[in-house]
């Protein structure tokens, strides 16, 4: 199936606010419950662990998310990388960050995860926005000279990154998108915090579901492949000074699709 660049609506400027907000909340309770990247904790603490002749106790490493939406799988993957002794602090951010969602993660998370208010984009993060980069189910909005200029800035910064993908790009992924209005319409009472515009928009007007469906499809169509994934890493200046991999990972009917890619300095850290 060819890859193909459409529109999601979550993307765009005129999309409201309540819609994006509404829709981010929504992934991020079927994130906490599916755990969809529960296989990314490995190589993570693979590709964060200090070497073996490092300090006995790990220091705490500084991680940047990129398009965390209302925070992705950090609420579980925090914990895990601890259990594996790999501290980490992360730091959320994205183009239109859902600010409350932020800072109720840092509260659930004593801070270990906290939220940036301001707009970051992928492809050219501040500088004094410091550490590993993340990105979990936001790269396959990027075209493919976008996502060249995303993997561009890690590797001129010296900085690892690593890509996540929960969506692939086949008939089975678009079949469960069919699905997807349907979880949004019985899921949305048990979404906390309670908000009434994400009520008024699933109910009232169906506005949320229609966009998780549609935006859904279109994630499938979009998401890159592994070798696709390999192919625009190494087309970047400087990519000959990391070590890439990319594959998939984990169980069910849609495994994880990743990319990590690491200076070289460190290749014996790759999974």
């Given at each position: 199936?060819?890859?193909?660049?459409l529109i999601?609506?979550?993307?765009?400027?005129?999309?409201?606010?309540?819609?994006?907000?509404?829709?981010?909340?929504?992934?991020?309770f079927?994130?906490?419950?599916?755990e969809p990247?529960?296989?990314?904790?490995?190589?993570?603490?693979?590709?964060?662990?200090v070497?073996?002749?490092?300090?006995a106790?790990?220091?705490?490493?500084?991680?940047?998310?990129?398009?965390?939406g209302?925070?992705?799988?950090?609420?579980?993957?925090?914990?895990?990388?601890?259990?594996?002794?790999?501290?980490?602090?992360?730091r959320?951010?994205?183009?239109?960050?859902?600010v409350?969602?932020?800072?109720?993660l840092?509260?659930?998370?004593?801070?270990?995860?906290?939220?940036d208010?301001?707009?970051?984009?992928?492809d050219a993060?501040?500088?004094?926005l410091?550490?590993?980069?993340?990105?979990?189910?936001?790269?396959?909005h990027?075209?493919?000279?976008?996502?060249?200029?995303?993997?561009?800035?890690?590797?001129?910064?010296?900085?690892?990154?690593?890509?996540?993908?929960?969506?692939?790009?086949?008939?089975?992924?678009?079949?469960?998108?069919?699905?997807?209005?349907?979880?949004?319409?019985?899921?949305?009472?048990?979404?906390?915090?309670f908000?009434?515009?994400?009520?008024?928009?699933?109910?009232?007007?169906?506005?949320?579901?229609?966009?998780?469906f549609?935006d859904?499809v279109v994630?499938?169509?979009?998401?890159?492949?592994?070798?696709?994934?390999?192919?625009?890493?190494?087309?970047?200046?400087g990519?000959?000074g990391?070590?890439?991999?990319?594959?998939?990972?984990g169980?069910?009917?849609?495994p994880?699709?990743?990319?990590?890619?690491?200076?070289?300095r460190?290749?014996?850290a790759v999974?």
């Amino acid at each position: 199936m060819r890859r193909r660049q459409l529109i999601e609506i979550e993307d765009q400027a005129w999309c409201p606010t309540a819609v994006r907000d509404g829709l981010t909340d929504y992934l991020q309770f079927i994130s906490d419950r599916t755990e969809p990247y529960a296989a990314a904790a490995r190589l993570l603490a693979d590709a964060l662990r200090v070497p073996a002749d490092g300090p006995a106790s790990q220091p705490p490493v500084s991680v940047v998310d990129l398009g965390s939406g209302a925070g992705g799988p950090w609420r579980r993957l925090v914990r895990r990388l601890a259990d594996a002794g790999v501290p980490v602090r992360v730091r959320l951010t994205d183009l239109h960050p859902n600010v409350a969602a932020f800072d109720q993660l840092a509260r659930e998370t004593a801070g270990a995860v906290a939220g940036d208010p301001r707009s970051v984009p992928a492809d050219a993060v501040p500088d004094d926005l410091t550490g590993f980069r993340t990105i979990f189910t936001a790269f396959h909005h990027f075209p493919p000279p976008v996502a060249r200029r995303v993997l561009a800035d890690a590797v001129a910064r010296g900085e690892g990154i690593a890509v996540f993908e929960s969506t692939t790009r086949n008939a089975l992924c678009l079949f469960i998108m069919l699905l997807v209005p349907h979880v949004v319409w019985l899921v949305t009472p048990f979404i906390r915090p309670f908000r009434w515009p994400r009520l008024l928009l699933t109910y009232l007007l169906p506005v949320i579901p229609t966009v998780a469906f549609v935006d859904g499809v279109v994630s499938c169509l979009r998401t890159y492949t592994p070798d696709e994934l390999r192919e625009l890493a190494e087309s970047v200046d400087g990519a000959t000074g990391y070590a890439w991999t990319a594959g998939h990972a984990g169980g069910g009917p849609i495994p994880m699709t990743y990319l990590l890619g690491l200076p070289v300095r460190r290749e014996g850290a790759v999974p």
